[in-house]
Antibody, heavy 114, light 107 residues
């Protein structure tokens, strides 16, 4: 059974950092392209980052709204993907999902507020 | 970025009714169009990928069609468990972009 479990969310002040972790199981993680998607309080969905597999040099892509502030990374030995979020803004407040596209985690909430 | 426009934003229909949801892209997306269903308090769930391919375990009352810039999700006979918000997603080019959703309710 495919499982994706996100952790690391919480309340953080603007300008601060937070790191999300997505622990996975039930599929061949090392060949999977992994993604982060977020959903804002008004329910809009935004595909924010992806990381390809080793055969694609672990290439990464970001949506413009997080480029330069967020970093996606992976550890194939731990079947985990991460999202390092720096210089957080109030508009980053959202539920963050880790996804394979066809399987999704349950999401983790991030609230950026002073 | 490719803009995705869904219509209608809200739809109320009766059980057993045929329902059609639309999604329009700002440019040709070459059938790289997925549909997701999101029920209250849950993560999105993939229904259809690449315009018309039913994901594993999805009931056959769901179907998709389209090409170019115009795509459709059809529910042939609406069931009570289909109450949800439906989102389209284009994967033709990065960044992937979602429509703003169609909220479907039972009349």
């Amino acid at each position: 059974e495919v499982q994706l479990v996100e952790t690391g969310g919480g309340l953080v002040q603007p300008g601060k950092s937070l790191k999300l972790t997505c622990a996975t199981s039930g599929f061949t993680f090392s060949t999977a392209w992994m993604h982060w998607v977020r959903q804002s309080p008004d329910k809009r969905l935004e595909w924010i980052a992806r990381i390809k597999d080793k055969s694609n040099n672990y290439a990464t892509d970001y949506v413009e709204s997080v480029k330069g502030r967020f970093t996606i990374s992976r550890d194939d030995s731990k079947s985990s993907v991460y999202l390092q979020m720096n210089s957080l803004k109030e508009e980053d407040t959202a539920t963050y999902y880790c996804t394979l596209r066809d399987y999704w985690g349950q999401g983790v909430m991030v609230t950026v507020s002073s | 970025d490719i803009q995705m426009t869904q219509s209608p934003s809200f739809l109320s229909a009766s059980v057993g009714e045929r329902v059609t949801l639309s999604c329009k892209a700002s440019q040709n997306i070459n059938k790289y169009l997925d549909w997701y269903q999101q029920k209250l308090g849950e993560a999105p769930k993939l229904l259809i990928y690449n315009t018309n391919n039913l994901h594993t375990g999805i009931p056959s009352r769901f179907s998709g069609s389209g090409s170019g810039t115009d795509y459709t999700l059809t529910i042939s006979s609406l069931q009570p468990e289909d109450v949800a918000t439906y989102f389209c997603l284009q994967r033709n080019s990065w960044p992937f972009t979602f429509g703003s959703g169609t909220k479907l309710e039972i009349k």
